[in-house]
């Protein structure tokens, strides 16, 4: 089932020729530091720039902004300074909580936004809440990717009032890449406000035109920092983490002993601006103990390997630059490095991007056209990357990938180009040409099973793989024609791809109305047809699928969809890859709903429902099935959170049970203060099945229960310190009760030193 939430500060495409409308901000030089304190009680202020924030735009379309608020701007040629005084006509209604960083979207908040290049290609972001809390990200246009994993090192303090709340920021210039050699820089601004109340409404300086999709070309054109020199920012964060770990063998006889395992290890990352336009980071031995634990997810019933978000700082840094229109870059895949080394940047119209890092194992997807494995290799492996991109004209990007994996007994490298063409504001083209070169070692045959096995080869081999796309989009309507086609022989073992022998053509769009109604506020329709074969020309599947959708009061979002989709089963003969004549076609019709509501400040209600028609892949049948996720958020005061998310799924089939899956994610937070927290999470999974309705042999009964303390303090986002502790437990036919088999615990300090 597919998330439905939604991002206002998406719907991003590149423009080509709309005239900048925003007034131009001239940004005032002062000659007194500002302390970051909420207060706004300092002389220099009176210095400052006031921009009004006048325009609501979205969900309403530049009407004029239901609350006041003025910001303030000013510059000492090494911090960029922004005040804002929000007004709020009851501010018992302001939505506002300690949280972590990067986690404040439910909540009032106030933001700037920086395109320092002033050529509408990426814009930092910046924005606060009521209390200072920090949001930052990087937007990027021309792929039409936000991503939070930037963490920069800046200051802010926020206060609620009697007549609303104030924030007060200091950005420092050495933190931001631009044109230092310019007299005065020459920049975009665009200065936020998001107020939550029966609608999340996007307050702005500037005003957005819906049938632009590029919203960082309209930002307001802004003047000042004259002489500014962009620094080095060298960086250099010490790590020490202390660790230690148990496991055992659990069985019915009995449970072994304890095997514990201790470690001390230092190790170190490096940041450094070599140039105004180029990053480099480095990373010796890392650690990634104090990452939270992954969002659980039932792979009962599916058959190909689950996504897993990245959440490791190094690989998530600068992220965008590797992006390219095929998903051929996932660092999941690199589990355990013990070095790691990364430099991006971009010049003119260049951009580039290159990390490299060693594993400690060898992990790969082994993909197929029906179902998909995971190979795990015994064998330290080098891992690399290069993406390259030229911007021709504003019209034409130009851009290079190479992704490159080897140990002892395997490789596999890919190599392609890709191009990007916008005929105009509205409409462009995408396509992308891959070749790839792999080898597997002979015994890896052996340690797969069905459709994988029968995908590796016993000497190298390699083959093509090919993407073409045009998209159309405007304020009310857009549409796509997409083409993948994955020859049986091409593999791309850095990304996340599961499927080869697979030629895909999608048609799809959509339609939306907007409405200044109080209940509902825009409505739309969505739909798409796919088609899909494998190399031999053998039918795969053939899917139709529409969904209406609507947003209104309350925050509230709603959908209703239906999908038809007949698709090929397992294979009848399973030493062969053959389709036609070796497998079912069975019709799967599916009715899905959901919605999701924030009624109250600090609650957040969500509930996805899917029924129908559902093939059983085990049993190669149809059966009757049904999945329900509720999620729960509830913010119970300014510092305790609660996050519940639940997933049941089960199958029915000639009368009986197939299986039953039950799985919940529990998160407790309480916020200390901005800088610390405590997190508990609890991931239980509940799995039953009916052996007299299942093929073969399987557990009646499965269980496992996870957990995860941790303790964070963070000084920014590098100077920090964890203390954690995690296990797992499970039981199953043989194991009755939910019995420990891991545990550990680990300590670490980092501390970053800015040179």
């Known amino acids: 089932m597919r998330l439905f939430r939604q991002k206002t500060l998406g719907l991003l495409l590149c423009a080509l020729s709309w005239p900048v409308l925003a007034a131009e901000i001239a940004i005032p030089r002062v000659n007194s530091a500002v302390v970051v304190d909420g207060e706004l009680n300092e002389a220099v202020w009176q210095q400052a720039k006031a921009v009004e924030l006048k325009y609501n735009t979205w969900p309403a379309e530049n009407t004029p902004a239901p609350v006041s608020t003025t910001a303030y701007v000013m510059e000492d040629g090494e911090f960029f300074y922004v005040s804002f005084v929000a007004e709020d006509p009851d501010p018992s209604k302001i939505r506002a909580f300690y949280r972590d960083r990067d986690k404040i979207w439910d909540d009032d908040n106030v933001g700037i936004k920086i395109d320092t290049y002033n050529d509408s290609k ?4 910046f924005f606060i809440n009521p209390f200072g809390v920090q949001a930052d990200a990087i937007e990027n246009e021309i792929i039409k990717m936000e991503s939070d994993a930037w963490d920069g090192i800046w200051q802010s303090a926020g206060k609620i009032t009697k007549s609303g709340y104030q924030v007060e920021v200091a950005i420092p210039l050495r933190m931001l890449n631009f044109n230092d050699r310019l007299a005065q820089q020459q920049w975009k601004l665009e200065l936020l406000r998001f107020y939550p109340r029966d609608v999340r409404n996007r307050i702005s300086s500037n005003k957005i035109e819906r049938n632009n999709p590029c919203w960082i070309c309209q930002m307001s054109p802004a003047t000042g920092f004259a002489g500014a020199k962009q620094g080095h920012h060298f960086t250099l964060v010490p790590a020490l ?20 395992d201790t470690n001390v290890e230092p190790s170190l990352d490096l940041k450094w601006g070599i140039t105004p336009d180029i990053s480099l980071n480095a990373t010796l031995n890392p650690d990634f103990s104090q990452v939270e634990a992954d969002e659980a997810q039932v792979s009962v019933n599916d058959t190909f390997a689950l996504f897993f978000a990245e959440k490791r700082a190094f690989f998530l840094d600068n992220a965008d630059y590797f ?4 998903d051929l870059v996932y660092t999941r895949n690199v589990s355990s490095p013990d070095a790691g080394v990364k430099l991006t940047g971009r010049h003119d119209q260049q951009s580039f991007a290159f990390f490299a890092a060693n594993d400690k194992s060898t992990t790969f997807i082994v993909p197929g056209n029906i179902s998909s494995d995971i190979a795990s290799l015994d064998e330290k492996s080098e891992n690399a990357v290069l993406r390259y991109r030229f911007d021709l004209n504003p019209q034409l990007s130009l851009g290079w990938i190479s992704t490159l994996r080897q140990s002892e007994d395997y490789h596999n490298f890919v190599h392609g180009l890709d191009v990007k063409y916008q005929f105009s504001a509205q409409d462009k083209v995408i396509a992308q040409l891959l070749r790839s070169n792999s080898e597997y070692p002979t015994e890896l045959a052996a340690l797969l099973s069905d459709e994988a096995a029968l995908r590796v080869k016993d000497q190298a081999f390699s083959d093509m793989a090919k993407y073409l796309a045009y998209e159309h989009e405007n304020r009310n309507w857009s549409w796509y024609s997409r083409y993948q086609a994955l020859d049986a022989d091409f593999r791309a073992d850095m990304g996340y791809m599961p499927q080869t022998d697979s030629h895909k053509m999608v048609h ?16 739309q329709i969505w739909g798409d047809w796919d088609i899909t074969h494998n190399d031999d020309g053998e039918l795969l599947e053939k899917e139709t699928e529409i969904e209406f959708q609507l947003w209104g009061a309350q925050q509230a979002y709603g959908f209703i969809g239906l999908t038809g989709r007949d698709r090929v089963g397992s294979r009848l003969d399973g030493s062969t890859l053959t389709v036609d004549a070796n497998t079912g076609l069975f019709a799967e019709r599916l009715f899905s709903a959901g919605a999701e509501v924030q009624p109250w400040s600090g609650v957040f209600l969500a509930l ?20 329900l996720a509720p999620e729960l958020r509830w913010n119970v005061d300014a510092h305790l959170q609660v996050q519940a998310r639940h997933t049941y799924r089960t199958l029915d089939a000639m009368g009986a049970e197939v299986f039953t899956a039950n799985l919940t994610d529990l998160r407790l937070s309480y916020q200390f203060s901005v800088r610390s927290f405590v997190r508990l999470a609890l991931i239980y999974s509940d799995i039953s099945r009916n052996p007299a309705n299942n093929t073969g042999v399987v557990q009646a009964r499965e269980k496992t229960l996870g957990s995860q303390l941790l303790y964070s303090y963070k000084l920014n986002p590098q100077t920090l310190f964890f203390a954690g502790y995690s296990d797992n437990a499970f039981s199953d036919d043989e194991v009755e009760s939910l019995t420990r088999d891991q545990r550990s615990v680990f300590l670490k300090f980092s501390y970053a030193w800015m040179l």
Request: charged share 20%; net charge negative.
């Open 122 to 125: 990426l814009a930092y972001q």
């Open 241 to 260: 983490v202390m660790g230690a770990s148990q496991q055992r063998e659990v069985t019915a006889a009995g449970n072994t002993d304890w095997q514990s």
């Open 323 to 326: 992006s390219s229109p095929m």
């Open 508 to 523: 799809g769009g959509t339609y939306q109305w907007f409405s200044d109604s109080p209940w509902w506020n825009r409505f």
């Open 608 to 627: 996805e429902a899917e029924t129908g028609d559902k093939l059983d892949f085990r049993n190669n049948r149809l059966g009757d099935g049904l999945e």
